[in-house]
Structures are given as C-alpha cells and as structure tokens.
C-alpha cells in the first residue's frame, strides 16, 4: 500500500507539472485526487484576486467572489473543513460548491510566501473531495484525521507542481 502511494504522488507531481495550461492543470488535479483519494466528481477551483475560479474548458472559466460558498470560506480562512452533508451547509452556494449529498473534505492548496519580510499564506486554490465513506459507522474521528493529514500532502504536492507550471521555483 505505501508503495502504490508513493508511485501516486510521483507521478501526480511529474504529470501536474507537465500542465500547458490552467484548464489542463485543474483537469490532471481532479484526476490524480480521484485516483489517491479513490473517489469521483472532485472538483478544483483556482484562487486569484480574491475570485474562485473554475476552468469549463481550454478557453471558457466562471468567476465567483472567493467570499461565497464552503470554498469561499476555505478560501478565507486557509483552513480545511468536512461537512457530512455539504448541501445542508449554512456556507453551501450552488454556484460554486460541489452539488452532493456525501461528506465533503474542502481543503486549501498553500504557497508560503514573503511579504515585506514576514511569512504569509497565499491560497492558490481550492479542492472539494466527497467521501463516500466518511461518516459512516467505520469512519471515525480518525479517519478523518487520515484524509485531512492525506489531503494535507496532497495539497502540498499541488502547491509543488503549481509553482513549477507556473515556473516560480
């Protein structure tokens, strides 16, 4: 198992970093966290100039405050959060949330940068990841404990790649 991990996260960093475009990119995002987390229906939101953004296709995006819905709030807050039913959620927005009635990890991908001399975190997106197991009687605290530490890596693995695509290592 740790093996099969391991060759996951190599091949999601050297896949992501060959992106040619941001569309490519969220697209290769959702597909190596299907892959990892073992689910469907991710989704991946940009965050830029205080705007989510979602890629359509190569030449068409949606734009959305980064103030609404549980991927605006994470946006915010640069803190990861799990709601068991996501469409039940006071932050829910069903322009921008993922639309599912499963428990939903919405976490952050975080660059540290420096900002007249003091260390600050810039969000440079957002995943939303539904659980199909989570919450139920098997998955306890500790499993969420496991996906938020897996997401966590993961979101360290998307910051990696990102810099690299966008060519700012």
Known sequence: MKIRLKEL???SLMDLCSSNSDF???EKTKYWAERIFNVSNIQFLFVEKNKLIRH???SSFEEFSAEL???GSVAQTQKPCFIHNLKNSSLFNT???LKTLMSVLTFPALEDIVVEGI???KCLGILQIPLKDVGKVRAGENEKE??????GLFGKTVEMAFKYYRREL
């Open 69 to 71: 819905g549980v991927a």
């Open 119 to 121: 260390k600050e975190k």
């Open 95 to 97: 322009h921008v949330d």
């Open 24 to 26: 490519v990119f969220a």
């Open 9 to 11: 996260w190599e091949d």
């Open 56 to 58: 359509l296709s190569a």
């Open 146 to 151: 496991n996906v938020e530490a897996w997401a």
